[in-house]
């Protein structure tokens, strides 16, 4: 029982690089969300679903994409990646009418 | 824009005393409130969590009152043990089908021995 596994934990990427974060939950959850979490910010909501070929923009959504082609998988893509999107990046997983209580463990994105 | 503020940013308490945190929401719509544990290095995790048609909920040393009609609610923490030392976020979900979490800015709490 894995719950929720983010990869890679930790990534340097040159200003204008592309790269997609992974996650992947085991626990046939319908909804997914991916988080950012800076200093004196708490966790602000990037982008999320409610499932399979649904996905809908949070409160930060620009510069990012998302796609949902199968339940398990919920992948994040920095198009070009800038300074200001270094952070540590978290997504969770739950069932539809419930609350985040499954968080991957993180990824720390430095953009440099 | 912040629609749950939280407070204080940073608190230390001693060993066995009570720990406090409070937040304040302004949606009245927001139909849940859950408080997340941090630890360095980690993902946050679900604690406790409260219905606004509740005033109080309890789980072993963490407590939540909830105060509906000034629209906080607060964690109480008691008997602090320095493994309680921590990030906490509190969050308020919205209603509808969509259910998004709001989360506060968090407070770091370290309890000293």
């Known amino acids: 029982n894995a719950g929720v596994t983010q990869t890679p934990k930790f990534q340097v990427l040159k200003t204008g690089q592309s790269m997609t974060l992974q996650c992947a939950q085991d626990m046939n959850h319908e909804y997914m969300s991916w988080y950012r979490q800076d200093p004196g910010m708490g966790l602000r909501l990037i982008h999320y679903s409610v499932g399979a070929g649904i996905t809908d923009q949070g409160e930060v959504p620009n510069g990012y994409n998302v796609s949902r082609s199968t339940t398990e998988d919920f992948p994040l893509r920095l198009l070009s990646a800038a300074?200001?999107?270094?952070?540590v990046y978290f997504c969770a997983s739950?069932?539809?009418?419930?609350?985040?209580?499954?968080?991957?463990?993180?990824t720390r994105l430095t953009v440099v | 824009q912040q629609q749950v503020k939280q407070s204080p940013q940073s608190l230390i308490v001693q060993k066995g005393?009570?720990?406090?945190?409070?937040?304040?929401?302004e949606n009245t719509a927001f139909?849940?409130?859950p408080w997340y544990q941090q630890?360095?290095?980690k993902g946050p995790a679900l604690l406790i969590a409260i219905r606004p048609d509740v005033s109080e909920k309890k789980e072993g040393r963490f407590t939540i009152s909830f105060?509906?009609?000034a629209k906080q609610f607060s964690l109480h923490i008691m008997d602090s043990q320095p493994g309680d030392s921590a990030t906490y976020f509190c969050a308020a979900r919205g209603g509808g089908a969509t259910?998004?979490?709001?989360?506060?800015?968090?407070?770091l709490l370290a309890v000293q021995p």
């Open chain 2, 31 to 33: 139909d849940y409130f």
């Open chain 2, 17 to 25: 005393g009570i720990s406090i945190i409070n937040c304040a929401y």
């Open chain 1, 94 to 106: 739950r069932y539809r009418g419930g609350t985040e209580a499954f968080f991957g463990q993180g």
């Open chain 1, 83 to 87: 300074p200001s999107q270094t952070s």
């Open chain 2, 99 to 107: 259910n998004k979490l709001i989360f506060g800015t968090g407070t």
């Open chain 2, 67 to 69: 105060n509906k009609s």
């Open chain 2, 39 to 41: 630890f360095p290095g």
